[in-house]
């Protein structure tokens, strides 16, 4: 059974631009979560979608937006990037929602911004 | 607000000993706790997983065990192994409706040869 995948691994980006991340969650899995880790702040929820709506959101400003489609594939969007963005980001697939079934993490994208 | 803690934060043991990492929150109001592993610059490994339900899970060389009234979780590691060396992180859900999970900080594991 494959695991949650995350694309790509590592990413680069200049102040100001905008970027992108995927996460391909568990078959059958319907509850996808975004999050982000730095050294500071340690595990931060973003948001998470369920059966294609954002069902519960995290204090981070508007900047970060998402999306998931109807295979529950999920994106993750960070427009005008700041320095600060650069972080450790997870993604966590469950049937139905971490509140209920076990959560899985994929291995993360290691955003940079310089 | 929930808040987890998690202590200590670093711990080094030599390699056989019996160990407890302690994991306490806030708010008694939680529908699970889980238990995580993280290896550097990784992603999370799911140890275990507690219903509010349930006392304790075990797993292998792993026991968890709950205490919703008094806010407690503890992860308790036999017989530790150079292997078991990572951060160990745990988490709540404030809700059956959500795919929200709240972290402690870590307890990070160095288990020497």
Redesign the interface.
Known sequence: KAG?T?TPRYLIKTRGQQVTLSCSPISGHR???W?QQTPGQ??Q?LF?Y?SETQ??K?NFPGRFSGRQFSNSRSEMNVSTLELGDSA?Y?C?S?FG????????????T?LTVV | KQEVTQIPAALSVPEGENLVLNCSFTDSAIYNLQWFRQDPGKGLTSLLLIQSSQREQTSGRLNASLDKSSGRSTLYIAASQPGDSATYLCAVSPSSNTGKLIFGQGTTLQVKP
């Open positions: 949650v995350q509850s996808v979560s999050y340690g595990l929820f998470e369920f069902r519960n995290g450790l997870l966590a469950s929602g971490a509140g209920t079934t076990e959560a899985f993490f994929g291995q993360g290691r």
